[in-house]
């Protein structure tokens, strides 16, 4: 299922918790092991609905089993406070014991496992919704139905609100359907129609056949004055009804939200294995805050279906259940994953193979990036997502990091190997369920890659890891060059550092050709070498997002003067470009973990714990642009500098290194605005130059609003030609001078005096800046502009 309101109602409190567990406390392994001792093979449930005035449902309930241990004497099912008229079986009336969770059956003669027999169950009452609002029965106005799940619930399965069953993941049954309507209502179930009978005047009885075996949670009815509109897919194994259900009122915008509804089949067919069950259904209910999956007869939100196709990753990710839930189902609740992780990654491959892998690629970003920032504050710490708490089973760790984990299984697997293996899990686990460890097995088993470090580093443990080039080294071999990549690996919310993991590295040379290669990565620091016909000029590691980490990016085209807004991805208030006479390629990325330590701290400046950026690419001579960043220390959801910033932005410096292998510094040319008393504010930067960027905490030396040192230096003549002067007028001191191209290159390093020159003769037209440094500390930086 999916849900379209915010999350906050999944995470309950305490006592909402409690509440929902204050008729029975449920172990969902010992509801798993009451499958292990009988078998249900089939509920039949026959049931009239004629009394909407009162919300009240009356009937039977047909059960049949067959016992897989010898001496069974008693059943056990689960019903939620229904109120039981009698028991039976074989023309006798049975004893039982119900206390309005737990329905204890006395069996008339000891069954054994040879024995097939029936229970048939008298009920009658006002069936429950959950308490979160999310699951259960509902009377709607002239609409009757069921969610079977409950998102307050524990179990999460709620099958017993409407019956008495096994109410687990692991018990699957075939289903027999008689329900009975009046005033224009008709019923919608499980399966195919097999008749409709006439009781008396407009009193009728629907019968509904399930042949494949479904858990309770799946199973469904959905009571309206119903209209069908009847379709025909021809499918990979056969031709497939398609019954999409509404009044009639609302049939017109039914079929126009569900336009894409057969590209989307084709493109679950092609990569996880061919459709599996008899039709394919969606049955409109008046509920708007989400879908749920029941096998063949999805309950989908009337607002959701308005005729435009603004919801329809929604109808997508509820008819992916059809192989992720309802084919293969969980084992327990605690590998929800398997189910809603991999029904919103399916969001993310219908807009893929239905428009194209950029629309896909841009929802994959914004997922990752949530995550990042939000998902550990919302859930109460980085989880692993097998084995995830109950309050959290319908929760972001198993939705959206679910998705993010299928996405980089992709990565891991390559296309081909990664659709081979889930068409096997679909294959060996159809009409079963099954949980992360025989995941991990079967993907294995039918890739011939071992899964294992996958499945121990993203599924069974918390957080993200973060890999970037520390450094290089480039030798010439032939008329071709060996690179050798160095790669630091850290760890956000992580508990071990990842192991195996495949990473793709694009090198440019500087007419902006491309050569890919693949590495793969294993620990805190690895290297690799790799054979390249050219120098490289740009090195991007994972440039194309095959693999989520702990980093957001976004890469520009830059073709004129532009104020380009937020870059939502990367973190950047804003870039002016005030001057380019040749395209640029920028790569900005936001880096979700601490910064490198500073080498040689002699000011005792104290790094962010939680980012820093890079600025890569490619930047014409002539190229300059100015670049907001924010920072954010006030206490709420997701700001990332409280470490720096607990009280107000007074002390929050901004620190700028060319690569790796250089130390931090404070960049000598921005100026910071401070929102005083609500530690937060922006800083902007002059003249951009590639390179790394990040907050620390200290006293500054430049930067808020004006750089009172800049008047002990001049430097002319500026704009130049050949040369220039650089004149200490304030004393004799020798200091480093350091010049930079727009790209963050050096150009010239050296000693000044009292007045010195520096040649400029071999320099291109452009900008560049110097930085004069003293005793560790920038004490000058100006721009220079060569004609």
């Given at each position: 299922?999916k849900k ?8 309950l409190?305490t ?7 204050s ?9 798993n092991?009451?499958?292990d001792?009988v078998?249900i ?9 004629t009394?909407f005035v009162?919300?009240?449902?009356s009937?039977n309930?047909?059960i049949t089993?067959?016992?897989?241990i010898?001496?069974?004497n008693?059943?056990?099912?689960d019903?939620?406070a ?7 079986s074989q ?8 206390n309005d969770?737990?329905l204890s059956?006395?069996l008339?003669a000891?069954?054994n496992i040879?024995d ?5 169950v ?5 069936p ?8 259960g ?5 002239n609409y ?22 096994f109410?687990?993941?692991v ?12 005033n224009g209502?008709n ?6 129609l097999?008749?409709?009978y ?23 009815v959905?009571?309206a ?10 499918g ?8 999409l259900v509404?009044r ?20 679950y ?5 061919p ?5 394919i259904?969606f049955s409109?209910?008046?509920?708007s805050?989400g879908?749920m999956?029941h ?5 989908y939100?009337q607002?959701a ?5 603004g ?7 509820e008819f992916s ?8 189902t969980?084992?327990t609740?605690?590998?929800m ?16 193979k239905?428009?194209?892998y950029?629309?896909s690629?841009?929802e994959?970003?914004d ?6 920032q939000?998902t ?5 710490g980085?989880r ?9 089973t319908y929760g ?13 299984m992709?990565a891991?697997?390559g ?5 081979v ?5 679909t ?9 992360s460890?025989?995941f991990?097995d079967e993907?294995?088993?039918a890739?011939s890659?071992?899964?294992?470090n996958?499945?121990?580093d993203?599924?069974f443990?918390?957080g ?15 008329g071709e ?7 630091q690996?850290?760890?956000r919310?992580a508990t071990n550092?990842h ?15 491309l ?11 690895s290297?690799?070498t790799i054979t390249?016909p050219f120098?490289?000029a740009?090195?991007i590691?994972?440039e ?5 980490q702990?980093?957001?990016?976004q890469?520009l085209v ?13 973190m950047?208030?804003?870039i ?9 390629i920028?790569q900005v990325e ?5 910064p ?18 890079s ?10 642009a ?19 910033v607990p009280i ?5 410096l901004l620190?700028?290194r060319?690569?790796?292998?250089e130390?931090?510094?404070e960049?000598?040319y921005?100026t910071?605005?401070?929102?005083s ?12 130059k590639?390179?790394d960027?990040t907050?620390?905490?200290?006293v500054?030396?430049v ?5 009172k040192?800049?008047?002990?230096f001049?430097?002319y ?5 050949n040369?220039?002067?650089?004149e ?26 009292k ?10 037209a452009?900008?560049y ?10 004490i000058?930086n100006?721009?220079i502009?060569?004609?």
């Amino acid at each position: 299922m999916k849900k379209l309101i915010l999350f906050s109602f999944i995470f309950l409190s305490t006592s909402l918790i409690i509440l929902a567990q204050s008729k029975g406390d449920f172990n969902n392994k010992a509801l798993n092991n009451r499958s292990d001792t009988v078998d249900i093979l089939n509920y039949e449930i026959n049931l009239d609905f004629t009394n909407f005035v009162s919300q009240v449902i009356s009937g039977n309930c047909v059960i049949t089993y067959t016992p897989k241990i010898n001496g069974i004497n008693t059943i056990n099912f689960d019903l939620l406070a229904l109120n039981i008229d009698s028991i039976t079986s074989q023309n006798t009336n049975l004893t039982y014991s119900y206390n309005d969770t737990l329905l204890s059956i006395n069996l008339p003669a000891t069954a054994n496992i040879i024995d097939t027999n029936q229970i048939t169950v008298y009920y009658q009452g006002n069936p429950e919704t959950d308490v979160t609002g999310w699951g259960g029965f509902y009377f709607s106005g002239n609409y009757a139905y069921n969610l079977g799940v409950g998102f307050g619930a524990d179990p999460h399965n709620y099958g017993r609100v409407w019956f008495p069953c096994f109410d687990n993941f692991v018990e699957r049954s075939t289903y027999n359907f008689n329900i009975i309507t009046d005033n224009g209502r008709n019923a919608h179930c499980n399966g195919y129609l097999d008749t409709t009978y006439t009781i008396t005047g407009d009193t009728i009885m629907n019968s509904w056949i399930m042949e494949q075996e479904i858990p309770t949670y799946l199973a469904c009815v959905a009571v309206a004055d119903y209209a069908t509109v009847h379709q025909l897919y021809n499918g990979i194994n056969n031709t497939i009804p398609i019954e999409l259900v509404g009044r009639a009122s609302d049939t017109t915008n039914l079929k126009n939200s569900f336009i894409n509804l057969e590209n989307t089949l084709n493109a679950y067919e092609n990569s996880y294995g061919p459709y599996m069950w008899n039709k394919i259904g969606f049955s409109l209910v008046p509920f708007s805050s989400g879908a749920m999956e029941h096998a063949t007869n999805i309950a989908y939100p009337q607002v959701a279906a308005n005729g435009s196709l603004g919801r329809e990753t929604l109808m997508a990710h509820e008819f992916s259940h059809h192989w992720w839930g309802d084919l293969v189902t969980c084992e327990t609740q605690e590998d929800m994953w398997i189910n809603e992780g991999m029904a919103v990654y399916s969001e993310h491959l219908f807009l893929e193979k239905v428009y194209d892998y950029e629309t896909s690629l841009d929802e994959i970003r914004d997922n990752n990036k949530a995550v990042l920032q939000f998902t550990h504050l919302n859930e109460n710490g980085y989880r692993a997502i097998s084995g995830i708490p109950h309050a959290y089973t319908y929760g972001e760790h198993v939705y959206q990091k679910g998705a993010l984990v299928a996405h980089n299984m992709r990565a891991y697997l390559g296309d081909s190997l990664f659709f081979v293996g889930l068409k096997a899990v679909t294959n060996t686990y159809q009409y079963q369920s099954i949980n992360s460890y025989q995941f991990r097995d079967e993907l294995t088993s039918a890739t011939s890659v071992d899964m294992t470090n996958f499945f121990n580093d993203w599924v069974f443990a918390p957080g993200f890891s973060h890999f970037n080039i520390d450094s290089t080294q480039i030798t010439p071999n032939g008329g071709e060059f060996d690179i050798t990549i160095y790669v630091q690996q850290k760890l956000r919310g992580a508990t071990n550092y990842h192991q195996g993991t495949p990473l793709i590295i694009n090198f440019y040379d500087s007419n902006k050709n491309l050569h890919s290669a693949q590495i793969v990565a294993n620990g805190r620091y690895s290297n690799s070498t790799i054979t390249i016909p050219f120098t490289p000029a740009v090195i991007i590691l994972n440039e194309n997002n095959k693999l989520n980490q702990a980093r957001t990016d976004q890469q520009l085209v830059i073709t004129n003067t532009n104020n380009i807004p937020a870059l939502a991805m990367a973190m950047v208030d804003k870039i002016n470009v005030t001057a380019i006479s040749d395209t640029a390629i920028l790569q900005v990325e936001h880096h979700w973990v601490a910064p490198d330590s500073i080498k040689n701290n002699i000011n005792n400046f104290r790094l962010s714990s939680s980012r820093y950026w890079s600025f890569k690419g490619f930047l014409p001579a002539t190229f300059v642009a100015d670049v907001k960043l924010r920072y954010d220390g006030r206490v709420g959801r997701g700001f990332l500098d409280l470490d720096l910033v607990p009280i107000d932005g007074d002390s929050i410096l901004l620190l700028y290194r060319e690569n790796a292998s250089e130390d931090w510094y404070e960049y000598p040319y921005y100026t910071k605005t401070a929102f005083s008393n609500i530690a937060t504010g922006y800083v902007v930067l002059d003249s951009l130059k590639l390179g790394d960027y990040t907050w620390a905490n200290g006293v500054t030396t430049v930067g808020i609003n004006t750089i009172k040192i800049k008047a002990n230096f001049k430097l002319y003549p500026n704009p130049t030609d050949n040369y220039f002067w650089i004149e200490n007028t304030d004393n004799n001191n020798k200091n480093t001078s350091i010049v930079y191209d727009i790209n963050g290159k050096v150009v010239y390093k050296g000693t000044i005096n009292k007045r010195s020159k520096i040649s400029t003769e071999t320099w291109l037209a452009g900008t560049y800046i110097i930085t004069i440094i003293e005793n560790n500390q920038v004490i000058y930086n100006e721009k220079i502009i060569k004609k």
